[in-house]
């Protein structure tokens, strides 16, 4: 008896080929729909499967393939028992199930696609033959991805058919399914955002790339995309130019580009390590870049930049001057890019206007046996809630520099601190295991030119010695949450030496 194959795709890449290099090895083909069509429409054999059902297919299409002929044929062990029973009813055994699934996906990425029409292409019969062949690995080879067909017909022919090989088409089966019903989880989870955190949390991503190595080179690793969010972020940028992105420059190219589209102007953002190192606004990028590099020229050398506006052939040679791993804008204009060619290994990255936040509002963190999830931190400070808790008032010029201080240090590890003057970061002390540790680290760092700048907290002040480190150093206002049980003693001190401090009511930290 003749070997028998199901063909029924979504994706019909390379589907005619296949059912030929089956044909010509003696298989029977039986098919579906828009897939017998082309088969039988290139002159290969094929069976429409309502000659085997004996039954037509019904309801739109909905039901054609769920009928015990076909899933007998399907789930049937090779016993003598099992098969005894198939001769018994007329179901002839299926050895092979090649099936992908409706365009679910595609279809939701459709501006204003309805629900309805999302509906209409979830997949039943698909997903029913593809788990029904992986159940059944042992005695059926399930086919789910095109790419497979060309070593499945070379395997088939050579007789090299490994129980390994079963194994592994099972598992992609399994994932492909699985897959599909994320997608669709996510999608209808979209639709009922009352329910955030599921009791059962599935996720679809995929793999955009496998990288060299993690943040070690001990480590594998690879990079997924959400296939659900969409708008500008670091997963669904593009690539112009430069080697491929690193582990550690991923992470780092997140941190920059959701730090500088927390302004509105025009903004440049080093970061080093998973922290800003230099961040300034300018009249023009170049501007800003310059100001961004000075305030950190040590730290940036080998840093990754992001800019909120697109970068000229002026930022670009002022980019060009030292070392950069990975340099991310809006967009870059041609003279920009043909400077950039003269280091081919600088990765460029266009994100698209980065005006507004990507549809992503989730934050997720792996942890030993484990998956922590939350809202992402992306509220924003609300100047009506600002409380000045000083004597002194902080001058409209000083209340802009602690705004823009303020969105700065939630991007620093915690615990936080960050020095700004004229809308340049002159100082940065990041995740210090106590406050006024990286006070002192930031206050350093600006040097002399903390006298007149202001100072921001990404937490409240436990005790008053950060003020008191702050007043030292010629700071004239401080920002921070506020909260702490010793309020009145920092606050206290701010007023011995005239210092402005304003309370935010709103925490920031970044583990």
């Known amino acids: 008896m003749a070997k028998r194959a199901i063909i029924s795709?979504?994706?019909?890449?390379?589907?005619?080929?296949?059912a030929r290099g089956l044909a010509s090895l003696g298989w029977e083909i039986v098919s579906t729909g828009g897939t017998y069509k082309e088969i039988r429409a290139a002159g290969v054999p094929v069976i429409y499967v309502e000659e085997v059902t004996g039954f037509p297919e019904i309801l739109g299409g909905r039901v054609k393939t769920l009928h015990p002929k076909i899933h007998g044929g399907i789930l049937a062990r090779r016993t003598p028992e099992q098969l005894a029973e198939l001769e018994a009813?007329?179901?002839v055994p299926v050895d092979l199930v090649a099936v992908n699934l409706y365009p679910f996906r595609a279809?939701?990425?459709?501006?204003?696609?309805?629900?309805e029409e999302a509906v209409e292409q979830i997949d039943i019969g698909g997903p029913t033959l593809i788990r029904a062949a992986a159940k059944n690995h042992a005695h059926v080879l399930v086919v789910v991805?095109?790419?497979?067909?060309?070593?499945?017909?070379?395997?088939?022919?050579?007789?090299?058919?490994?129980?390994?090989?079963?194994?592994?088409?099972a598992r992609e089966a399994f994932a492909h399914t699985a897959f599909y019903d994320a997608v669709i989880a996510?999608?209808?989870?979209?639709?009922?955002?009352?329910?955030?955190?599921?009791?059962?949390?599935?996720?679809?991503f995929e793999r955009i790339d496998l990288l060299r190595y993690g943040e070690n080179p001990h480590q594998q690793a690879a990079f997924y995309r959400d296939i659900m969010v969409q708008g500008p972020c670091v997963a669904n940028a593009e690539k112009l130019q430069g080697k491929a992105l690193s582990y550690n420059n991923i992470l780092d190219l997140n941190s920059a580009l959701e730090l500088v589209r927390e302004f509105e102007e025009t903004t440049v953002v080093i970061i080093k390590h998973n922290n800003p190192c230099g961040v300034a606004q300018g009249a023009t990028v170049a501007e800003a870049y310059r100001r961004a590099y000075e305030a950190d020229p040590v730290s940036a050398f080998g840093g990754i930049v992001a800019a909120n506006r697109p970068v000229d052939e002026e930022a670009?040679?002022?980019?060009l001057e030292i070392f950069l791993e990975v340099i991310a804008a809006p967009d870059f204009t041609p003279e920009a890019l043909k400077l950039f060619q003269s280091k081919p290994n600088l990765r460029l990255l266009r994100t698209g206007p980065l005006t507004t936040q990507s549809s992503d509002w989730c934050d997720l963190r792996k942890v030993n046996g484990g998956l922590l999830f939350q809202e992402a931190d992306r509220e924003v400070l609300d100047r009506a809630a600002l409380a000045v808790v000083t004597?002194?008032?902080?001058?409209?010029?000083?209340m802009e520099e602690l705004i823009f201080a303020f969105k700065v240090v939630k991007h620093v590890k915690s615990n936080a601190i960050v020095v700004s003057k004229n809308r340049q970061v002159l100082g940065v002390g990041a995740g210090q295991m106590n406050r006024v540790g990286a006070a002192r680290i930031s206050l350093e760092q600006a040097g002399d030119r903390a006298r007149g700048a202001v100072l921001a907290s990404d937490a409240f002040f436990p005790f008053p010695d950060t003020v008191e480190l702050a007043a030292r150093a010629g700071i004239t206002a401080i920002i921070q949450p506020g909260g702490s049980v010793r309020d009145e003693e920092s606050i206290k001190v701010a007023d011995e030496h005239n210092i402005a401090m304003v309370f935010t009511g709103m925490r920031h930290f970044r583990h």
Request: no cysteine.
């Open 107 to 115: 279809t939701i990425e459709r501006p204003g696609v309805t629900l």
């Open 145 to 169: 991805n095109p790419a497979r067909y060309e070593e499945v017909l070379a395997r088939l022919k050579e007789d090299r058919v490994t129980d390994d090989f079963r194994l592994a088409l």
């Open 9 to 18: 795709v979504a994706d019909k890449t390379g589907v005619v080929e296949f």
């Open 391 to 398: 004597k002194r008032q902080p001058t409209p010029e000083e």
């Open 316 to 319: 670009a040679k002022a980019m």
């Open 186 to 204: 996510q999608y209808l989870g979209t639709l009922s955002p009352g329910e955030k955190f599921p009791r059962e949390l599935v996720l679809a």
């Open 89 to 91: 009813h007329g179901i």
